[in-house]
């Protein structure tokens, strides 16, 4: 079946330092990915999503890019700020399995940025 | 901005008791999740629900769980008998129509979470 396999954290970084979380997926089909993040006592919100090859998701400066060829969508961001601290939980969907269009969830990588 | 909304937030139970966990999908949604997250763990798809039935349930969703949209706007995850490993924070989702014909790509949006501890 589907599957996300995300970098193991915790990571923990110094404000404005260059963050990359690593994802992998193993998919049957054609899957659209996301990156989700869960603040401190919150649920869950989308952060970002790429639909097809060579998509950049984009938000809030956190960048992803769908590589097919790689099976991966890791996550970046240039500067990181304290505010970031959270759970970054990557996922995957497929779109082309009529149904539900279940997400899966990688295991989650635990962010925390010191001042 | 419309959101899902959960409740309660926290709710304790003995083992062995039944609870209801509820949620308010957003308005004009036409697919409904719920998800679990063990207390350190990935978050888990537990079941989906259109059309007034399951689409697809995990095998964590045995018969001891069920979900009911009793009405046209809650959506409700009923456990019968609860066990200590039913503890966890379980997440609401709803998703709207398909943004073009049959499949393709629509966000779930998810509501805040029920934490449920059984003692």
Known sequence: ???????????T???????????????????????????????LQLLLKATKADDKGSNKGFEATYRKETTSF???????QVSDSAVYFCALSDPLIQGAQKLVFGQGTRLTINP | EPEVTQTPSHQ???MGQE????????????????????????????VSFYNNEISEKSEIFDDQFSVERPDGSNF???IRSTKLEDSAMYFCASRGRPL????????????????????
């Open chain 2, 19 to 46: 609870v209801i966990l509820r949620c308010v999908p957003i308005s004009n949604h036409l697919y409904f999740y719920w998800y679990r997250q063990i207390l350190g763990q990935k978050v888990e798809f537990l």
């Open chain 1, 74 to 80: 890791h996550l970046e961001k240039g500067s990181v």
């Open chain 1, 1 to 11: 079946g589907d599957s996300v396999t995300q970098m193991e954290g915790p990571v």
């Open chain 2, 12 to 14: 304790v139970t003995q």
């Open chain 2, 100 to 119: 073009w014909g049959g499949a393709g790509y629509n966000e779930q949006f998810f509501g805040p979470g029920t934490r449920l501890t059984v003692l």
């Open chain 2, 76 to 78: 409700t995850l009923k």
């Open chain 1, 13 to 43: 970084l110094s404000e404005e330092a260059f963050l990359t979380i690593n994802c992998t997926y193993t998919a049957t089909g054609y899957p659209s990915l996301f990156w989700y993040v869960q603040y401190p006592g919150e649920g």
